[in-house]
């Protein structure tokens, strides 16, 4: 057994336990101005390794080995859309899965990097079917998130089959497919900010997004346990591909990006320690501070720093922390005028 890392050189721990990173958050370089060619260059990388690339991968496995031909694709049929699903379901409890044995059951890391020094296993709560954070995720991923996500996966398939969609090919236009590619995560993060931001008003809150916001402390299985409605229109996200001049394995990649990506914020772990000095950063903090908070960070990584713009940006230093408090407060007294008014 060799040493394991040491979190307390990249962040402090408070009496709780709960693990907090050094530093903030920062939106994507190239919003800043003058433009800083150095920091761009440092954080072109990331954006492609290991996560977009993994997705990527996924993508191409499924073109060439998954997905129905092109004749079979222009019928809607049972037997491609439940091939599908038992696919989608067996590579989403294969990559959560993976993450949920190693570092919640396992806890091969213990606390070390984790937001919450909780595991959600050791608190059960009434919000969770049988009491129980797991088994409630893990149900709700396989009744409602997979099933959504199987179906826009089949209605997109079907629209490109038939030739409803413009379906450009990809050896035509190299270039426009290139800059495509790099804006998937853009638009991932626009979608997502739009469907998020509307379920978070008060009455499509309480009866599509709070099942989502159970998990006040979520991990790996939090990630699709989602009301069918908001998994409908989360990887729908795809659908942008059917407007846009596109091609299926880019609209597939995009969903990719949104199935087996939502985890990402949903890791519970700044890092997840893959030998004693390797380790895989998880992006995670940003949607953690949403699930602590509620009413932060609606977007992504601020790669379209939508929560900047739009005042609700929480970067996860104490000046974020402040800036929040203030907002909340503010909003306090608005309410309170309003009702004693
Ligand atoms: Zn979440
Ligand atoms: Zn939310």
Redesign the pocket.
Known sequence: MGSSMDDLRFGTRNKRGDWVPNGRAEIAPFWAWPPQLAKILSWLPGYFWPWNAFHMATTLAYWYWVIPSVETMRTLDWRWALWLYAVNAVGIFLMYGAIEFFYYIKRKQGTRFKYNAKFPADAPSDVFWFKSQNIDNVLRTYLFGIPMWTLVEVLMLWVFANGWARWLNLSEHPIYFAILLLLTPAIHEVNFFII?RT??IPILYKWI?SI??NSINPSPWSSLSMHPVETFLYHGVAFWHLIIPSNPIVALFQLHMAGYGAVNGHIGFEKLELTDDRALESHAYLHYL??KY?EVN?GGDGLIPLDKWFGTWHDGSKEGEAQMEARFEKRRAKMNAQKSA
Do not use: A, D, R
């Open positions: 998020h379920i978070h997004h989502h916001h949403h699930h509620f609606y």
